[in-house]
């Protein structure tokens, strides 16, 4: 981005006042350290640090709560069930973030990773990965043993990387040949960074299906064919490997918005005052001093700062700063959320629902049919059979449901469909949803003994508690670039031309990223948030 001409800054001196101020009004001080463009748990990360460093820091954030994209809510009026509404599992964040901020924070393990429904000679069958009975169910499915020691050589490969990659996400970038030198894994860095995913999958095992469960964690909110020639899928498999060292995703107590609660109550803690109903609509900087133009229920307000850091993406920055558009970026998703009176019953009888639904439940995601949802929507087509996969957080924490809602057997499902970029909405995203929603549910169905909207809880108003999301209406309620859950496409953990010590930095030098869109951004982390902040300190 250019350096715009030096504004004519006003740099009045900060008027000491309340610190964990929030709501209308303007802020409480003329000036601070640091201001924090949007409240999301990045910026409340970066938050905690910078006052806990003794600075004095305010965080701008435009909706009436903070958290952003990790937030719960009750969507289905009158209904006890507080749901993770945009994002779900935790991987990525690191233990050393909770520590340093003393959070008041857990997740729980599932106790399945994953089941795969299927069909064999006629009959319902499955795939079940859940520590003991793994080999046996890998066995039952294939016929042999190969697959499932094919799995064990794959995925010890990608847990020695993710030890060796995981640490340094919270250390400056790292060269290329510096993180290639740290994985000292020739096979693994040729699997990993330079050949499309694709070639690995392929070489590594025979059957369709578990090709396609090993694929789909390339695919999450990223809209790419195995063998991509950008790596883009191999961008994303990394992130979904690495998290915590061991590539584990884990279930956050009480919700995600738990997480955006701690963290802002850390934040608060530590003196950083958090206003919400504030946005910002203009940051001008000579690359020492900078100014921030503030909307807020009462008018607007002008505040002068060290450094902004800027917890929205790519570009809403280049907006902000008056800078020329960057590309546009596409998400490529649908998110559903559901309430269910009970867990549906299902064709494959050897399974107990509480187990298959207890870990990732992946629908229509055979290796073949993750390349024709693919080849459809590449072509503008909705995908004829959609791929997705389903969560049910409350089998592992339900202190998410009311405890009548818990007594009576209520669960919570929430599914993420692939491969539904935001162009196939453009047209009609009403329609293009409805019709997206009917056609996934069909494919869940056909794995089902009973359709998954016999199960659906009522509301307070008597309607099915459902609610399914786009790109576009996550572009409209989150501004999140085409409804980019990443801002835009995730980029490998280490420097390249242009990224700066720690990934975060832009063409002013008082201004960092610390959103989705920073290089090691992407996922519920904190990560872009430690990094912008140990940036402004100077580490």
Known sequence: MPAPQSPALRTSAGQPGPQQASGPGAPARDRYDAVIVGGGHNGLVAAAYLARAGQSVLVLERLGTTGGAAISTRPFAGVDARLSRYSYLVSLLPDKIVRDLGLDFAVRKRTVSSYTPAVRDGRPTGLLVAGEGTRESFAALTGGEREYAAWQRFYGMTQRVAERVFPTLTEPLPGRDALRERIDDADAWRMLFEEPLGVAVEESFTDDLVRGVVLTDALIGTFADAHDASLLQNRCFLYHVIGGGTGDWDVPVGGMGALTDALAGAARAAGAEIRVRHEATRIETDGNAAEVTVRTPDGEHVVAAGRVLVNASPQALAGLLGD???????????????????????????????????????????????????????????????????????????????????????????????????????????????????????????????????????DADGEPCIEAKTPLDLERDLRLPGGHIFHRDLSFPYADEGTGRWGVETAHANVLLCGAGAVRGGGVSGVPGHNAAMAALGE
Do not use: W
Not at 329 to 341: C, D, H, R, Y
Not at 387 to 397: G, V
């Open 324 to 458: 020329a558009p960057l590309p546009p970026a596409e998400g490529a998703q649908l998110k559903v959320n559901m309430l269910l009176t009970r867990l549906p019953r299902l064709r494959d009888r050897s399974v107990d629902p509480r187990r298959a639904f207890a870990g990732t439940f992946h629908i229509a995601e055979g290796y073949g049919q993750l390349a024709d949802a693919y080849r459809d929507a590449a072509a503008g087509r909705l995908p004829t059979a959609p791929p997705s996969e389903i969560y049910c957080h409350s089998l592992t924490d339900p202190t998410i449901l009311g405890p009548e809602l818990a007594a009576r057997g209520y669960q919570t499902l929430t599914l993420f469909g692939l491969h539904a970029p935001a162009r196939l909405f453009a047209a009609d995203n009403d329609a293009a949803r409805a019709a997206l929603l009917k056609a996934t549910l069909a494919e869940l169905d056909a794995h089902l003994a009973e359709p998954i909207t016999d199960c659906l809880a009522l």
